[in-house]
């Protein structure tokens, strides 16, 4: 059971999606600093673009990043000195230490099998610690209106985008609150970040003010079932 390795070249020369990414990581955050309990340690799965680990690095003493990727390792390395980064695929990995933080920002479809993926973080959290996750859901409103507009078949099916960039699997967030309850682990809050009504071309074909943007982001907050992606607060039962 592997991680699966995906082209690094997409997250600098992919700029489609960059309105509504910096939308939804910047919720990411918001919404781990609202609900974590202490900020003495963060471990995060996966560097991305690095837009996490640089909102991150602002608000928690320790932190520790995981990525499989030793370009990416390399440069972030290079680039923060103060945070500790492993070369290693998710499944391997063996802490030294118990985390009061733990974030999955969008790497759960990319494993084999993101149930027990769940359960063998679960094993690394302190007494009190929780698991960020935040995670694409196929049962976005803009997908469910292309369905039934004919233009999307089936609602679990991969973009050539997603295959890119190493996604697995595409679920919607009826299945995503079942795979973290097939975990042993408890959904404390869960929330939306980033409402989409249209596909990115369309949306970004209107020109829509900024203001716009984050009002789909702060709606999407009451909306996680057909929000573009879902933000769960999980813990051990």
Same mark, same amino acid.
């Given at each position: 059971m592997k991680t699966i390795k995906?082209?690094?070249?997409?997250?600098?020369s992919d700029m489609f999606y960059e309105q509504e990414n910096i939308i939804m990581m910047q919720r990411y955050i918001d919404y781990i600093l609202q609900y974590s309990n202490t900020h003495n340690n963060f471990l995060e799965l996966g560097i991305g673009r690095g837009e996490t680990i640089r909102l991150l690095? =602002?608000?928690?003493?320790?932190i520790t990043v995981i990525d499989g990727e030793t370009q990416l390792i390399d440069k972030y390395t290079k680039k923060y000195n103060d945070i500790e980064f492993i070369h290693s695929f998710f499944e391997n990995y063996k802490p030294k230490q118990k985390f009061d933080n733990i974030g999955m920002g969008f790497i759960l479809d990319l494993v084999d099998s993101p149930t027990n993926l769940l359960q063998m973080y679960s094993n690394f959290l302190s =007494?009190?610690?929780?698991i960020f996750i935040s995670i694409e859901n196929a049962l976005s409103l803009h997908r469910i209106i292309a369905h039934e507009a004919g233009l999307l078949p089936n609602l679990n099916s991969l973009s050539e985008s997603n295959k890119k960039f190493g996604h697995k699997v595409y679920y919607g967030?009826?299945?995503?609150v079942k795979i973290i309850q097939e975990a042993n682990l408890k959904i404390i809050a869960e929330h939306?970040?980033?409402l989409k009504p249209f596909s990115t071309k369309q949306i970004n074909m209107l020109n829509l003010d900024p203001s716009i943007?984050?009002?789909l982001s702060t709606t999407a907050k009451k909306f996680p079932q057909i929000s573009n992606a879902c933000f769960?607060?999980?813990e051990k039962q």
């Amino acid at each position: 059971m592997k991680t699966i390795k995906h082209d690094i070249n997409m997250y600098n020369s992919d700029m489609f999606y960059e309105q509504e990414n910096i939308i939804m990581m910047q919720r990411y955050i918001d919404y781990i600093l609202q609900y974590s309990n202490t900020h003495n340690n963060f471990l995060e799965l996966g560097i991305g673009r690095g837009e996490t680990i640089r909102l991150l690095q =602002k608000h928690f003493d320790s932190i520790t990043v995981i990525d499989g990727e030793t370009q990416l390792i390399d440069k972030y390395t290079k680039k923060y000195n103060d945070i500790e980064f492993i070369h290693s695929f998710f499944e391997n990995y063996k802490p030294k230490q118990k985390f009061d933080n733990i974030g999955m920002g969008f790497i759960l479809d990319l494993v084999d099998s993101p149930t027990n993926l769940l359960q063998m973080y679960s094993n690394f959290l302190s =007494k009190k610690g929780k698991i960020f996750i935040s995670i694409e859901n196929a049962l976005s409103l803009h997908r469910i209106i292309a369905h039934e507009a004919g233009l999307l078949p089936n609602l679990n099916s991969l973009s050539e985008s997603n295959k890119k960039f190493g996604h697995k699997v595409y679920y919607g967030y009826d299945k995503w609150v079942k795979i973290i309850q097939e975990a042993n682990l408890k959904i404390i809050a869960e929330h939306g970040l980033f409402l989409k009504p249209f596909s990115t071309k369309q949306i970004n074909m209107l020109n829509l003010d900024p203001s716009i943007y984050n009002a789909l982001s702060t709606t999407a907050k009451k909306f996680p079932q057909i929000s573009n992606a879902c933000f769960f607060v999980v813990e051990k039962q």
